[in-house]
Nanobody, 132 residues
Framework: QVQLVESGGGSVQAGGSLRLSCAASGYTSSNYCMGWFRQAPGKEREGVAFIRSGAVTPYYADSVKGRFTISRDKAANTVYLQLNSLEPEDTAMYYC?????????????????????????WGQGTQVTVSS
């Protein structure tokens, strides 16, 4: 059974940085689509950043382009999200998500990776709080 465990959240002041980690276990496939969502109280879940096998360029939501960077350490089976220039509007619970189905990776994850319905494995979430 595939499991995702997030870590690295915390409280920072505006302009600060954090690095979130998502450690994956229980799978051996080289095909993947993984990324991060966030959800603030009273708001819908938002797809933030995504990375998939075979893709050169990650996907980023407009709201985080130029500030957040997603990366993957293959050996550690871990996906990272570097959050720089944080703003109070970035305050949310951040969730790691993954899917390993080839049809989804080369289908929906190619065109609309920010759709939560594509993913069937989720972490428990890590809180990010940015104060002004």
């Amino acid at each position: 059974q595939v499991q995702l465990v997030e870590s690295g959240g915390g409280s920072v002041q505006a302009g600060g940085s954090l690095r979130l980690s998502c450690a994956a276990s229980g799978y051996t496939s080289s095909n993947y689509c993984m990324g991060w969502f966030r959800q603030a109280p009273g708001k819908e879940r938002e797809g933030v950043a995504f990375i998939r096998s075979g893709a050169v360029t990650p996907y980023y939501a407009d709201s985080v382009k130029g500030r957040f960077t997603i990366s993957r350490d293959k050996a550690a089976n871990t996906v990272y999200l570097q959050l720089n220039s944080l703003e109070p509007e970035d305050t949310a619970m951040y969730y790691c998500a993954a899917v390993f189905s080839r049809s989804i990776i080369w289908g929906g994850c190619t065109t609309t990776p920010h759709l939560a319905s594509l993913y069937n494995v989720w972490g428990q979430g890590t809180q990010v709080t940015v104060s002004s």
